[in-house]
């Protein structure tokens, strides 16, 4: 159910100055130490940004879909990496469990993940199994009440910190999604171990680690949905934060567009600001007009999923779109800055390098474009 208007208002004035005033002072820090705060992620935790999209029944704020991508716009307008902190609990990492979970697996985790008194984390990638997701190789053999879990997980964002992993695992013989179920790990569970954070390209502060299962005994009551319903429940998991992601992009976009426009009001060559120069607008040009297209068919498509439409295709669009369009303005905002643009001070090289990731996780451009063609064949256009 979505807030009332004036309370949505409040949380979206709220955070846009969370972002404004707390977080992006912090940019180049976060960037140098890789870790972002403890002191800002109680403040995370005290505005509810973990429990976002989790329903009030559970603690959560319970936004719609297009409140949740309003709130992501505006999260965008800073280093990606703060809004990893909480991203996790609010989308790939919790929405297995709002999904398929049973009354009392929601009662035992949602009200924690929530608050973020814990962390979750999603994991689906293996060393051998990525866009090709439902060819997952770990394997959960039932015996007795329990499933033994074994197996590695690839690059899962915020394994370091997470108490819960959704884990996709072949349960049965079927090839393919077929043979996959979906199951809560707690952390604790003897046999689960973290890798150490691999070093990225950007995004400094949100880590990413293997998390690997031992011949873990997970009960069975953890399992999510019948065994065999994991391939589908992640990829339900996926259509939403795909939404969720290409929101981000839209933030981040008109973060870098406001940007531009302020150091070419500033920056003077050949005797005038190089904002007059013709140029110079045609790049600003390109770059607002993609971020409006952008942000209109996020939030469309968002309307569309709170009316209950099948927006698989859409959201693959949106991601799609919004990703290779962040990348083509973070682009541009280099160009506009010039060789300050290549320098670490003013933030945009930053900024390049951590747009460059929203075209490959939760599904590549490529695996993208092979669900919208795939979904517009169904469609008959
Ligand atoms: C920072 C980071 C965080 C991540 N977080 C998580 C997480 O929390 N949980 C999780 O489960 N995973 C996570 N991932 C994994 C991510 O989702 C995968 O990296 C992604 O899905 C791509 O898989 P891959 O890396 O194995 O690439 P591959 O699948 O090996 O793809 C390599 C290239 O081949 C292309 N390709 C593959 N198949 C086709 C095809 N059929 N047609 C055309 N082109 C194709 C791809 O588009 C890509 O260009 C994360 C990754 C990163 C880098």
């Not at 009960?219 to 065994?227: D, I, S, T, W």
């Not at 951590?354 to 008959?380: C, W």
Request: net charge negative; glycine share 10%; charged share 25%.
């Amino acid at each position: 159910m979505a807030l009332e208007p004036e309370l949505f208002d409040a949380l979206l004035d709220t955070v846009r100055r969370f972002v404004a005033e707390r977080l992006r002072p912090l940019e180049a820090a976060v960037e140098a130490a890789d870790a972002i705060p403890e002191h800002i992620v109680e403040e995370m935790k005290a505005l509810g940004l973990f429990g976002l999209s989790i329903d009030e029944e559970h603690g959560g704020l319970g936004l719609t879909m297009g409140e949740e991508c309003r709130v992501a716009i505006e999260l965008g307008r800073t280093t990606p990496a703060f809004r990893s902190a909480f991203g996790t609990n609010v989308g790939i990492g919790s929405q297995g469990l709002v999904i398929a979970g049973t009354p009392e697996q929601k009662a035992h985790w949602l009200p924690r993940i929530a608050r973020g008194a814990i962390i979750t984390s999603f994991a689906l990638t293996e060393p051998d199994v990525g866009s090709d997701s439902g060819a997952v190789q770990t394997r959960a053999v039932r015996d007795g009440d329990v499933y033994r879990l074994s197996g590695t997980k690839r690059y899962i964002t915020n394994a370091d910190k997470a108490q819960l992993f959704t884990v996709m695992a072949r349960t049965g013989a079927e090839a393919g999604g077929r043979g996959v179920s979906a199951f809560l790990v707690p952390r604790d569970l003897p046999g689960v171990s973290i890798g150490e954070p691999e070093k990225k390209m950007g995004q400094k502060g949100a880590r990413v680690a293997d998390v690997r299962f031992d011949d873990v005994a997970v009960p069975v009551a953890n399992r999510l949905g019948a065994e065999g319903d994991g391939f589908r429940i992640a990829m339900q998991v996926l259509d939403r934060g795909r939404l969720h992601i290409a929101a981000v992009c839209v933030g981040v976009a008109e973060r870098l567009i406001a940007d531009c426009v302020a150091y070419a009001g500033e920056r003077k060559q050949f005797g005038k600001p190089i904002a007059e120069h013709q140029l110079i607008q045609a790049m600003l040009a390109d770059s607002k007009t993609e971020a409006l297209a952008a942000r209109a068919l996020v939030l469309e498509t968002a309307t569309a999923k709170d009316a209950g439409a099948n927006t698989t295709m859409e959201a693959a669009a949106a991601k799609y779109f919004a990703s290779e369009m962040v990348g083509r303005v973070a682009d541009r905002a280099v160009q506009i800055f010039g060789g300050a643009g290549y320098i670490a001070d003013y933030g945009i090289e930053r900024l390049y390098r951590d747009v460059r990731l929203f075209r490959i996780y939760e599904g590549t451009s490529q695996i993208q474009q092979l669900i919208i063609a795939r979904e517009t064949l169904k469609r008959g256009g």
